[in-house]
Structures are given as structure tokens and as C-alpha cells.
T-cell receptor
Framework: ETGVTQSPTHLIKTRGQQVTLRCSSQ?????VSWYQQALGQGPQFIFQ???????GRGNFPPRFSGLQFPNYSSELNVNALELDDSALYLC???????????FGEGSRLTVL | QQQVKQSPQSLIVQKGGISIINCAYE??????FPWYQQFPGKGPALLIA?????SEKKEGRFTISFNKSAKQFSLHIMDSQPGDSATYFC??????????FGKGTRLHILP
């Protein structure tokens, strides 16, 4: 069984640029959630996708957007990057309504 | 508004001792309370979880104690080992996989 994989693992962008992060969910999982983890903090819920539809959103501005594809993989897009967007972005998949999330190792974004 | 408050921020315990991490929540609609363990460079991994219909759950050396009336729950790690050194997050959700995390506790077990 393949776990959750994320790409890229590290990337550096400058303020104002756009970034796309990718996530492949674990086999059999139909729900993908994205979290932002700032250094020394707990993961903050960005949004969740279920069957290609956004299914809940945390306190993040509209420049954070996402997609889920028919194979349940997902993308996180962030436009107009700000310095405070520097963080570890975690993708987690689940079977939905089970309470258990399976996390990838994250994509570490640095905004200069 | 921080919905899950965790303490302490950091903890140092001797090998063989008991590590205790505490959490408090505000939303009475939460019905699932997991603990996640995170090692440096890795994503969080589920350690143990409890639902509010029980007051305690034990898995090996890890125990969750749950106090519904006080809206508090805690993680106890018995016989703590150096390999337990990691960051621990308490969390809560309403069973919809939108899990809210605490800020974390950095645990260091002295050899």
C-alpha cells in the first residue's frame, strides 16, 4: 500500500509569485486535507476535498485554492505569495469521516 | 480563537519516567480526540485516539485520559524511552476529518 506522497519536497519562491504543490493520496482514500505548519506550530487546517469538491475551509484567504482529481490526488495553489506563507505544507488523506488522517512528509516552502 | 490548548510547550523526562501532556478544548461538538506524533522532517502520524464515551484508552505504553465535564484530555507515556523524543500534538474534530491541532509539545527523553 503506497502512502501519501507530496512534491516538491522543498522550494523557494519570491514575494508575489505563485506556487503549486501536489499530493497523491493513499490507495483507497477519497478525502484529501491540506494543512499549513509554521515553524514550531501545530498544523493549521487550510481546506479539505471530497470527491473533487471543496468540503470545508479554514481561516485562509481566497489566494489559497485547491483541486482534487478523479484519482483523488490533489493540488494546493497559492497566489501572490507573502513572506508569512513560508511554512511546511502538509497533505493528508483519509477515507472520510473516520477521524484518522494519514500525512505525507510535506512540502517546505520558503518565500523570500 | 484557539480551539485546542496544549501544555506544556516543551518537556524533558528521564528515561523510564512518565511523560504527561495536557490539552483542553472549547467546542463541545468535538467527538474525536487524537494524538499525533511528529519526528523532525516527517509528517504527523496518529499515535492514539479516543471518543468521549470512554474516560480512558490504553495502547501499550500510551494512555489517553479524558474528562468530558472539564473538557480536558491528556496523554501519558509510561516508561518513556529516548525513541519517544518527538513533538506531540493533541487534536480534536467533529468526526468529519477536519482535525484541529494544538500547538504541540516538544518532548525530550534523557538517556
Amino acid at each position: 500500500e503506497t502512502g501519501v506522497t507530496q512534491s516538491p519536497t522543498h522550494l523557494i519562491k519570491t514575494r508575489g509569485q505563485q506556487v503549486t504543490l501536489r499530493c497523491s493520496s493513499q490507495s483507497g482514500h477519497n478525502t484529501v486535507s491540506w494543512y499549513q505548519q509554521a515553524l514550531g506550530q501545530g498544523p493549521q487546517f487550510i481546506f479539505q476535498y471530497y470527491r473533487e469538491e471543496e468540503n470545508g475551509r479554514g481561516n485562509f484567504p481566497p489566494r489559497f485554492s485547491g483541486l482534487q482529481f478523479p484519482n483523488y490526488s490533489s493540488e494546493l495553489n497559492v497566489n501572490a505569495l507573502e513572506l508569512d506563507d513560508s511554512a511546511l505544507y502538509l497533505c493528508a488523506s483519509s477515507r472520510g469521516y473516520t477521524g484518522e488522517l494519514f500525512f505525507g512528509e510535506g512540502s517546505r516552502l520558503t518565500v523570500l | 480563537q484557539q480551539q485546542v490548548k496544549q501544555s506544556p510547550q516543551s518537556l524533558i523526562v528521564q528515561k523510564g519516567g512518565i511523560s504527561i501532556i495536557n490539552c483542553a478544548y472549547e467546542n463541545t461538538a468535538f467527538d474525536y480526540f487524537p494524538w499525533y506524533q511528529q519526528f523532525p522532517g516527517k509528517g504527523p502520524a496518529l499515535l492514539i485516539a479516543i471518543r468521549p464515551d470512554v474516560s480512558e484508552k490504553k495502547e501499550g505504553r500510551f494512555t489517553i485520559s479524558f474528562n468530558k465535564s472539564a473538557k480536558q484530555f491528556s496523554l501519558h507515556i509510561m516508561d518513556s524511552q529516548p525513541g519517544d523524543s518527538a513533538t506531540y500534538f493533541c487534536a480534536a474534530s467533529r468526526g468529519d476529518d477536519k482535525i484541529i491541532f494544538g500547538k504541540g509539545t516538544r518532548l525530550h527523553i534523557l538517556p
